[in-house]
């Protein structure tokens, strides 16, 4: 039975020039805990004028580019307003008509001799005051104009709609949320017992285990305040997707390091439940652990049967 499994064994792991002792290996230890993919900015598109809420373009998911139009509201008054002004406007157009027409007669009578200096004076003052009367009141047309324009609801930033909490009809403030706009880019926040804060350093690698696969980021922010025996990191991950934000995925993060006996993956043969390494000084029974990568190759922890200088079968230097 033993020469058949050492046979077996050859054929997994071929034979080569020199043999080789196990030595200890450091490998590092991973902490599993999950993140949160959070947006970099998270602006409220918000209102800049009171009134009704007469239009929404946006729902929630939605990608926007900054200063895009996301809805319009509408306040009446404001188009009362404009008519109001309007009308005084013409009220005083006309009144600068006639004054200039008065001005015009006074100017032919005092070349006749038939009125006074001072009359003419009069006239002129008027027609500026008139002037004067219209410029201001051209300017509060722009004001009210300017206020309807600011109905508009645009995106602060570029990014992805997260919350719109009103709809088409609804009464809104000045200052009230209509839309909110995550944007900048996304990360990932974790919150890490901190009995493994000493063991985590700006810089590290970080496994992610996301919807769309494995990847790897960098632990790129570690913030000083412990809150609920928790530390708060960052991570930044290239190409993180933006499609679902506040997403809980798993991280592996590194928390230390310790030895251990590593064996390749092909030198170990399971036969009736038992798992058996070859050595030069015979067979041994293991009992393996973790499984680890080593230079790409696949390695796998032996928890016990091996000792620190046992020469696998077939092994190279």
């Given amino acids: 039975m033993m020469i058949r499994l050492l046979s077996i064994l050859a054929l997994l792991a071929p034979g080569v020039a020199a043999a080789q002792g196990l030595a200890p290996m450091v490998v590092t230890e991973w902490k599993s805990v999950y993140g949160r993919i959070e947006a970099r900015d998270r602006i409220p598109a918000r209102a800049r004028l009171g009134g009704t809420l007469v239009e929404l373009s946006v ?71 008139l002037q004067g009367q219209i410029a201001a009141v051209q300017a509060q047309q722009l004001v009210v104009e300017q206020q309807a324009a600011e109905g508009a609801v645009l995106a602060p930033v570029a990014g992805r709609v997260l919350q719109v909490p009103v709809a088409v009809g609804a009464v809104v403030m000045p200052g009230e949320p209509v839309a909110l706009v995550g944007g900048g880019g996304t990360f990932l926040r974790l919150a890490v017992p901190e009995r493994h804060a000493i063991a985590l350093t700006e810089g590290d690698a970080i496994g992610i285990e996301g919807p769309e696969g494995q990847a790897t980021g960098k632990l790129a922010r570690i913030y000083p305040l412990i809150e609920n025996g928790r530390v708060v990191a960052d991570v930044e991950v290239a190409g993180l997707s933006d499609r679902f934000v506040d997403a809980r995925v798993l991280v592996r993060l590194p928390v230390g390091t310790r030895e251990v006996l590593l064996v390749p993956q092909t030198a170990i043969v399971t036969r009736q439940g038992l798992d058996f390494v070859a050595t030069t000084a015979g067979l041994r029974t293991v009992v393996p652990g973790q499984r680890h990568e080593v230079d790409g190759v696949a390695m796998v922890e032996i928890l016990s049967g091996l000792v620190a200088g046992d020469v696998l079968e077939g092994s190279t230097k």
Avoid at 96 to 117: F, I
Wanted: proline share 0%; glycine share 8%.
């Fill in 59 to 129: 729902a929630e998911g939605d990608t926007v580019t900054a200063g895009q139009e996301l809805g319009r509201i509408v306040d009446e008054k404001l188009a009362l307003q404009l008519k109001a002004v309007q009308a005084n406007a013409d009220a005083l157009q006309a009144q600068l008509t006639n004054a200039r027409a008065e001005l015009q007669r006074g100017e032919d009578l005092l070349a006749r001799g038939v009125t006074t200096v001072q009359r003419l004076d009069a006239l002129r003052t008027q027609v500026d005051v």
